[in-house]
């Protein structure tokens, strides 16, 4: 089945008219008090596939965005899965560079910069009432991932991937057409995209529609929404605003949140201040969603909770985590190494990159470049990226271990531990913190917990660590920065 024809099929019926969508059914609620219904969504999405066919757009064409969040860019996403194209999002914040880079490697039939002036023409194409058919090996979309360690690759994600992913989702994490979804994640990501949007949809939820995390507006959007998702910023920043109260919460069925670690410290203040465990999860640009914790059940701040149904999750060696412990390869065996999965939402491969796609696969298994463990029960736990790895003096040093005692000292906001090159052991064990402190004495604190090699070895205060756009610290910019800070 075509994507789109899954979630349309959700889409609040029209009672006088049951096979479209219900025009009195909101589908975004505008901050401004206004909203788009779900019929016009349908519509509009008939209609932007139309004007793509007559475009001369074929099944399998890429149709390229760079946009700021909009309805529009949803309409264009849905016309394009509509058309049988595959849709591919860019960061709005790309440098041309960057995206010329991306046009010439996804090579797309349409490129659209601005979504809104580009439908002002859509009632003169005829709108396409049936969506073009798609199996569920057809491409659906080309994501790109961030880059950090080298050019960035497409992951392609099917029909099929996307499908297994959002119906799984949706069950694990109780969707019904009761609730709103406040959305004020970005568009370009699996996050926002594929996690967030395709659980409203598929419930005919409505979505207090955000352009961007805005402290007024997301506290006004809680009184309206039932289940947040977010990445661990927006969390810390509603922490933050005193206007963020047990109160202010209580509408809140659950809160959600994923794309990068989620800090103990905050795990644990905003239990304190909501009564409230934030729901913690584990997802990638290759699988979308991996793992998650209960809905019912017990969440355990630090923990990504548990394989969704149909994935399978095993803990493996090999060269991606050279002496990791003991090369698990059991399902829940304890030890630590790298995470390998597979499942009817795994990707099929990079775009035009088969040699890389080859690589990162063993046995049927996607290696995902994360380490972590799993308990006896199965739960999952991450230690971090394997090319964060720092071997020093010939020892395995876990910058999120790390990570974890330096967060809890006094005056230390976040920190990130990363290795570089040192004259005698190899590599040096360097922390980087927001906040400020004694670096001797921090280091001293350090040396109390942990062993000797893991603790750091210099620490560098910083008002700010450099980020992606959904969160995660770009630790290779700060080897790049530091890189040479042992050689004197």
């Not at 970005?186 to 805005?214: D, Q, R, T, Y």
């Not at 099929?348 to 796609?357: A, D, I, L, N």
Request: glycine fraction near 10%; proline fraction near 7%; include cysteine.
């Amino acid at each position: 089945m075509n994507l789109y024809d899954l979630l349309a099929s959700r889409f609040p019926k029209d009672p006088n008219a049951p096979r479209r969508a219900d025009p009195k059914a909101p589908c975004f609620l505008m901050p401004d008090g206004g909203s788009f219904s779900y019929m016009f969504l349908e519509a509009a999405a008939a209609q932007v596939a139309g004007k793509l066919v007559a475009l001369g757009v074929q099944p399998g064409d890429r149709v390229a965005l760079q946009a700021e969040k909009s309805v529009e860019c949803i309409c264009v996403y849905l016309g394009t899965l509509k058309a049988g194209a595959v849709y591919v999002p860019l960061n709005s914040a790309y440098t041309q560079a960057e995206v010329d880079y991306f046009l010439g490697d996804a090579e797309p039939k349409v490129f659209v910069t601005d979504p809104l002036e580009w439908m002002r023409d859509l009632p003169d194409y005829e709108a396409l009432e049936q969506g073009v058919a798609r199996s569920d090996d057809d491409l659906a979309s080309l994501i790109y991932t961030s880059g950090t360690t080298g050019r960035s690759k497409g992951a392609m994600l099917s029909h099929g991937n996307l499908a297994a992913n959002a119906l799984a989702l949706h069950a694990a994490w109780g969707f019904t057409s009761d609730d709103v979804l406040l959305h004020a994640l970005p568009i370009f990501h699996v996050h926002g995209l594929f996690v967030a949007l395709h659980c409203a949809l598929l419930s005919g939820a409505p979505m207090v529609w955000l352009p961007k995390f805005a402290d007024a507006e997301v506290l006004a959007g809680l009184d309206r929404a039932t289940v947040m998702m977010g990445v661990p910023t927006f969390y810390t920043r509603l922490l933050a605003n005193p206007g963020f109260t047990r109160a202010r919460a209580d509408n809140i069925r659950v809160f959600i949140c994923g794309s990068a670690p989620l800090l103990p410290s905050t795990f644990a203040e905003f239990e304190e201040r909501t009564g409230q465990r934030i729901l913690e999860r584990y997802g990638m640009s290759e699988a979308v969603i991996i793992t998650t914790n209960p809905l019912d059940g017990d969440r355990i701040g630090g923990s990504v909770g548990y394989p969704l149904p149909g994935v399978e999750l095993r803990i493996g060696g090999g060269e991606e985590a050279p002496s990791v412990g003991s090369a698990d390869t059991s399902p829940s065996g304890g030890g630590t190494g790298v995470i390998q999965i597979r499942g009817p939402s795994v990707f099929s491969g990079y775009w035009r990159m088969p040699e890389k796609t080859a690589e990162e696969f063993t046995e049927g298994f996607f290696i995902t470049g994360d380490v972590g463990r799993r308990d006896p029960d199965g739960r999952v736990w991450i230690s971090g990226r394997a090319k964060d790895l720092i071997i020093s003096g010939g020892y395995n040093v876990y910058p999120k271990e790390v990570e974890l005692v330096l967060d809890e000292l006094p005056g230390v906001t976040e920190s990130a531990v990363i290795g570089v090159p040192h004259p005698d052991f190899g590599e040096g064990v360097v922390a980087v913190v927001m906040g400020e402190g004694d670096e001797a004495a921090m280091i001293a604190q350090a040396r109390a917990q942990l062993a000797a090699y893991k603790a750091p070895k210099r620490v560098v205060f910083v008002d700010e660590l450099p980020r992606n756009a959904m969160g995660k610290v770009q630790k290779n910019l700060l080897r790049q920065r530091y890189e040479h800070l042992f050689e004197a």
